[in-house]
């Protein structure tokens, strides 16, 4: 019953700047993690980003500086900044949602992905 939707994605041009948005909804008790991963096709997955329930936030050392991950807990949202785009970000991102849901134990749940595209 647990759903992670994530919405955002998009054409933009080198430098530019999207922001990417990812809602949980359902039966979900207690969330504790969040974060973002993408992934090119043929590649591994790869995380991008990541924050705590508290607000601590762990970052890929290829987007540091470029990219701001933030939560909303009393919405169960977590957003993704993306600034100063570069090719090399063009991928798929998935958001993902560490949730105890009711009834239920400590899981991972994933969007559904979205994709950026970063070309001139």
């Known amino acids: 019953q647990v759903q992670v939707v994530e919405s955002g994605g998009g054409l933009v041009q080198p430098g530019g700047s999207l922001r990417l948005s990812c809602a949980a909804s359902?039966?979900?008790?207690?969330?504790?993690?969040m974060g973002w991963y993408r992934q090119v096709p043929g590649k591994e997955h790869v995380l991008v980003g990541e924050?705590?329930?508290?607000?601590?936030?762990n970052y890929a050392d290829s987007v540091k500086g470029r990219f701001n991950i933030s939560r909303d807990n009393a919405k169960n949202k977590v957003f993704l900044q993306m600034m100063s785009l570069k090719p090399e970000d063009t991928a798929v991102y998935y958001c993902?949602?560490?949730?105890?849901?009711?009834?239920?134990?400590?899981?991972?749940?994933w969007g559904q992905g979205t994709q950026v595209t970063v070309s001139s």
């Open positions: 924050i705590s329930s508290g607000g601590s936030t």
């Open positions: 359902g039966s979900t008790s207690s969330i504790y993690g």
């Open positions: 993902y949602a560490d949730i105890i849901a009711t009834g239920d134990g400590l899981a991972r749940y």
